[in-house]
């Protein structure tokens, strides 16, 4: 039979993979969306309209879907009605959350993303349905966002922490193993920690899209108090702290690496470089 998934947040940096890798596979494909006739949508891809504050207005996005990928998009007090009633109409949901289980301290820094992540899980695990749990660590996009802006504007790229590593995964790779998660057996009850298959430091990243790009950079390290004054904005306050607390964490220690997405997927992860160079136009002017 063939499957149809619900993708809720279908339009992020996550979701937006997810979508095409599922149309790809030959999978229907729904999004939800507050706004259908707004929605940046594939081609093939069914808009139902629905809010996860308004529980009742997921009933027909969730009619005669198989699973659901979630991507929480919403304030924390939604959660326990909204997993209610997506629980209640599917059998299987595949949920983006974080490593914040993972025994290393660049994990582990307090934070409130870690609490509503938390709930989320238990009141899945709790529902009764079949349910995997994706736990990215440092997303590959988030070099557009962190350094895209400095580096579009030809100045130097002033970032505190430089010497500490990562593993940045490609959303694509989570897209392949949600696709697993969602459409195949034997994923029922597992926690899936996904990374790239390497550690960089920023430093290493910001150098490696540089050459993706073809671009002659200079790089610059911040102190935290440095970061706290040049880059707030276009971090939000709270966010600024809990990046520069698992950083500060991160130094000197090796990044957390996983097989995961091999082990799921058969195939190899992306390595950041093939990231770079697939997205070397958002560097450039």
């Not at 993708?7 to 940096?13: H, M, Q, R």
């Not at 939604?78 to 109409?89: H, K, P, Q, T």
């Not at 994923?187 to 899209?209: C, F, M, N, S, W």
């Not at 002659?216 to 004054?229: G, K, M, Q």
């Amino acid at each position: 039979m063939k499957k149809h998934i619900l993708v809720i947040g279908a339009t992020g940096n996550v979701g937006r993979p997810v979508v095409t890798a599922l149309r790809e596979a030959g999978v229907g494909v729904r999004a939800l969306t507050r706004d259908p006739n707004g929605a940046p949508l594939p081609e093939g891809v069914e808009a139902a309209c629905g809010d996860l504050t308004a529980p009742a207005t997921l009933d027909a996005a969730l009619d005669g879907v198989d699973a659901v990928f979630l991507v929480w998009t919403a304030p924390r007090p939604a959660v326990a009605s909204a997993l209610e009633r997506i629980a209640g109409r599917v059998r299987r949901i595949v949920a983006l959350t974080s490593p914040h289980k993972t025994p290393h301290p660049f994990f582990q820094q307090p934070n409130a993303i870690r609490g509503l992540h938390a709930e989320i899980e238990q009141r899945i695990e709790d529902s009764g349905v079949e349910w995997t749990i994706l736990r990215p660590g440092m997303l590959a996009s988030n070099a557009r966002f962190w350094w895209g802006p400095q580096i579009q504007a030809g100045e130097a790229i002033r970032w505190p922490y430089l010497s500490v590593p990562t593993a940045p995964i490609d959303e694509r790779d989570i897209a392949a193993v949600a696709v697993r998660a969602l459409c195949e057996e034997g994923h029922d009850g597992k926690e899936y920690v996904l990374t790239g298959p390497e550690a960089l430091t920023q430093r290493e990243q910001v150098e490696t899209i540089g050459k993706a790009a073809r671009l002659r950079l200079r790089i610059e390290e911040l102190t935290p108090d440095e970061a706290r004054r040049e880059l707030v904005p276009p971090f939000a306050p709270p966010v600024m702290e809990m990046l520069l607390a698992a950083w500060a964490a991160g130094e000197g220690r090796p990044a957390w690496v996983t097989e995961t997405v091999g082990d799921v997927t058969g195939g190899p992860p992306r390595r950041f470089a093939e990231w770079a160079g697939d997205h070397r136009a958002a560097f450039r002017t």
